[in-house]
């Protein structure tokens, strides 16, 4: 196994601090680092800071796995810098999506978490290693990374429609994967359309 690339490990890492920092500090890193609504108490600093933060530890964990599980190879394709503005680019599209979901709403709640970053990852995996078979966990059904990440886009934007999964933010996945690919389609267009 190659080792760990190093926007993967820096994400990690610094992740994994903020929220450990997070939890010895209360309330007080929500009130300034969270995803709030605009209008509430929006900061434009927020549409970044609010990946680094969790609600529990299951929250954490499961988005560091998959970055750690989709976010290496993506990385060894891409390189560290692109890597990082494909990362960052999920995170502020997702974060403008979830605006955008709130405002609809008229919801007065923060979001935090980092899985619009994940997601963004996921949908480069599934673009650059289509066939790659993926072995759910519940149930243990193996499917094409392609197939795994339509079907799961189509999950997120039903549940979103739907409103099921209350304190999901299912439209914040979805915006995750559109800054993805927009990073991806204009590096492929840096490369002069080749795909590897």
């Given amino acids: 196994m190659r080792p760990m690339p190093p926007g993967v490990r820096i994400i990690l890492i610094t992740t ?7 939890t010895g500090t209360g309330d007080g890193m929500i009130s300034s680092f969270a995803l709030w ?3 509430s ?8 800071t609010y990946a680094f933060l969790h609600g529990s ?3 954490i964990a499961f988005n560091m796995y998959g970055l750690w599980l989709f976010g290496r190879e993506v990385e060894y394709m891409l390189g560290r810098r692109v890597f990082l503005q494909l990362y960052f ?3 502020i599209s997702a974060g403008m999506m979830q ?3 709130t405002g609809y709403s008229g919801g007065d709640y923060p979001t935090i978490g980092a899985s619009g970053g994940v ?3 996921l949908l480069a995996f599934g673009m650059f290693f289509p066939n790659r078979v993926i072995m759910l966990l519940i149930p243990p059904i193996p499917m094409p990374a392609r197939m795994f990440v339509v079907l799961y886009a189509g999950m997120e934007l039903i549940l979103g429609v739907t409103g099921t999964e209350a304190g999901v933010a299912h439209f914040a996945h979805l915006g995750g994967m559109i800054g993805g690919y927009l990073v991806i389609r204009h590096w492929r267009r840096g490369r002069g359309g080749r795909r590897n």
């Fill in 119 to 121: 997601f963004g990852v």
């Fill in 16 to 22: 994994i601090a903020c929220y450990l920092l997070q």
């Fill in 41 to 48: 108490n929006f900061m434009p600093w927020q549409l970044v």
């Fill in 89 to 91: 680019a999920s995170v």
């Fill in 99 to 101: 605006l955008l979901a």
């Fill in 57 to 59: 530890i299951m929250h």
């Fill in 37 to 39: 609504p605009l209008g």
